[in-house]
């Protein structure tokens, strides 16, 4: 016999997927319609508008993809290069190394640009490496969930674009927490995962295209690798002449139409200001409670803060009490920066007063129950004071 | 301002998707647990073995994939054949034909035995086609989705094994609906769609891979081109190790799994016989309407049947009136059946008594509208008969 699902209550402060408000939920639970139904289509038509005010651009070719935000990267790539093309890539942690690998199995010729973890990389790396390489597309990731870093992106675009190439970003971790700013910063190809600062659950892949890629992708010389994540095929069905390609995930989209309307509702500026405020207020509050923090102040991400594993405390016990205790998950280090960091999200729906205090305080507990000596309260008492000021 | 989805009410008994139990609805809708929870990995142990009773199987990779059924497709694809590597597909419909496709984009060395559409390909000619290829795949689709055509799967199971190659089947429309049999038949690769028999949203592919094929997948000369669907890594991720791969569509997962424990519920036997009955039921009330079915009485599914368009019927405004009237979604001819016939699904959910009568009646209503003389509730009464035949 096998028993209907029984889940325990959970406080998602990791780096996704994040919690998921109840509308969308509900949304989501909503009777299907048909791929093909007329009223399918207008829903559609909705998020593919709603998909640009969150990324902040006109781009006609905006979807969501069928897959996780990995496929959102695939389809990036595998769409805009083909074999033995030059592509550039900012690779400053686990993300950054995912796109070499994913540029590597289709063929492409693929160089980075290298920085340590928890930093971003210089511009001026890029333009060095631009003139040596003549890439087809340079591709960074805008928040790299791996090590919480903001890679400031205008200047690498402007180099990208004045040596002819086009310019790629991972905004997995940034969307809807931070401004992505597709047509501003002119970012030709932008993909994200649902389940991070649009509070959706994981399933879809946003994507952007510029009418510069697009233009790359009408003048392939080769079918796209991937059947499923073929632009070609999908922008016809997403686009007027609604071919069918594949069974679109109908609930999901729903969800996501959901999400995006509570976004637009929210308003992105007040989102941004609301991220941004609450971010600086934990990473005060850690810091006062005498925790040090991996990134530099002004690369740090709001909506992730990675904080240093003080020394001689057992990262995964921590973390499994806070889960045990608190419902509380937070992520631990990947690749180089396993068990040496926490990962603490503060995204969409997770992204309240009340999560950052209730974290502070169960975080505090914890440690102090291993012998940590922290000063008592002083993590909530900064975090408050720079919400408090931040709401100024 | 953008509105809250509102969506009218459907009944779905086209190719898929099919309706959605609200017990799945609500548990699709469950607040999220982290893609590393303790309590996670131990729903999607669950939902391993859920599928492994679905595809009748031991088989220890049986995993649903994070994408629609032709992500299933392309992950049959992609992971068991290298460029260069020969593969025989069966092409009876649109989606053979996408199986080329996929394989054609890969690099493999792609040989076909084809057939008209609406019929099942004699094995007599996998036989001469294998002797002559020599492939390291066999491939055919199940239960053409395009065509209503179900394939004999034990005599090109046997072809294969006895020449050496991997039997690869689609089961998309198959699964859940009448016996795949994965152990029984031999087959090698199988893939799903959530969508269709298993009458869960679409957004995943189960897919289930035999020890032999495993064998082949380690002995890989290069990465698998899709990073997203490489099951090097995703076994990682679904079996003992638990390695992160990507961040696994949490709620369309707690659906797979309700989806599935309904079938467990209702049992395989008692949910094949259904099928069957009431498919019969329809295909005979259809044929005393006067109507005529695309399939042989020996090939038809009993979860999709496709009818002939009668003569001088405009195809596309009887199924407008059938939705816009009734709510009932039927779906239309594809490629070479474009305009000619029409699929009306009997899937998991929607395969119940009150669909059949409804659809017979609504149907009799449009088509006497637009003129044509039919029995007067013929089709309804020889469906009933049948069913009650059946039930005994």
């Given amino acids: 016999m096998v028993h209907e699902l029984k889940v325990p209550d959970r406080i998602l402060m990791g780096p996704g997927p994040s919690d998921v408000s109840s509308m969308v939920l509900r949304a989501m639970s909503t009777p299907l319609l048909g791929h093909l139904d007329p009223e399918f289509l207008e829903i559609m038509n909705r998020t593919m508008e709603l998909l640009r005010y969150v990324f902040e651009t006109e781009n006609a ?10 496929a959102g990267m ?21 993300f950054g190394q995912r796109m070499a690998d994913v540029a590597g199995r289709l063929g492409a010729d693929v160089h980075t640009v290298e920085e340590e973890w928890g930093r971003p990389i210089d511009p001026a790396r890029f333009e060095e490496a631009i003139r040596r390489v003549k890439p087809k597309v340079v591709a960074v990731v805008h928040a790299e969930t791996s090590t919480g870093v903001r890679q ?14 086009l310019f790629l970003v991972d905004c997995v971790t940034s969307l809807g927490g931070i401004s992505v700013g597709v047509d501003r910063v002119d970012i030709d190809i932008a993909y994200s995962g649902s389940q991070k600062c649009l509070s959706c659950p994981p399933g879809l892949a946003p994507v952007t295209v510029s009418e ?24 016809e069905y997403w686009g007027a002449e609604r071919f069918y390609h ?8 729903y969800a996501l139409h959901e999400a995006l309307r509570i976004i637009r509702e929210e308003g992105l500026v007040e989102r941004f200001s609301r991220h941004l405020r609450l971010g600086r207020a934990l990473q005060a509050g850690l810091e006062a409670m005498g925790l040090e923090l991996l990134v530099e102040e ?27 205790r608190y419902g509380i998950e937070i992520g631990g280090g990947l690749g180089a920066l396993k068990g040496r960091i926490w990962r603490v999200g503060l995204m969409g729906q997770s992204c309240s007063p009340k999560n950052v205090v209730l974290f502070l305080t169960a975080l505090e507990d914890v440690l102090r129950e291993r012998g940590m000596d922290l000063p008592p309260g002083a993590g909530v008492a900064r975090a408050v004071e720079v919400m408090e000021e931040g709401a100024h």
Same sequence: chains 1, 2.
């Fill in 61 to 70: 070719l905006t979807v969501p993809m069928s897959g996780t935000g990995s």
């Fill in 74 to 94: 695939e389809t990036a790539f595998v769409n805009f290069l083909e074999p033995g093309d030059r592509v550039l890539i900012g690779v400053k942690g686990l």
């Fill in 152 to 165: 400031p992106l205008e200047d690498i675009a402007a180099l990208a674009h004045d040596h002819g190439a």
């Fill in 212 to 235: 510069r890629a697009r233009e790359v992708l009408r003048g392939r010389g080769r079918k796209v690798q991937s059947w499923y994540l073929d632009l070609t095929m999908i922008q």
């Fill in 246 to 253: 594949h069974t679109a995930p109908i609930n999901m989209i």
């Fill in 298 to 324: 002004p690369y740090r991400l709001p909506m992730l803060t990675a904080v240093k594993v003080p020394e001689g405390t057992a990262d995964a016990e921590v973390r499994g009490t806070l889960l045990a």
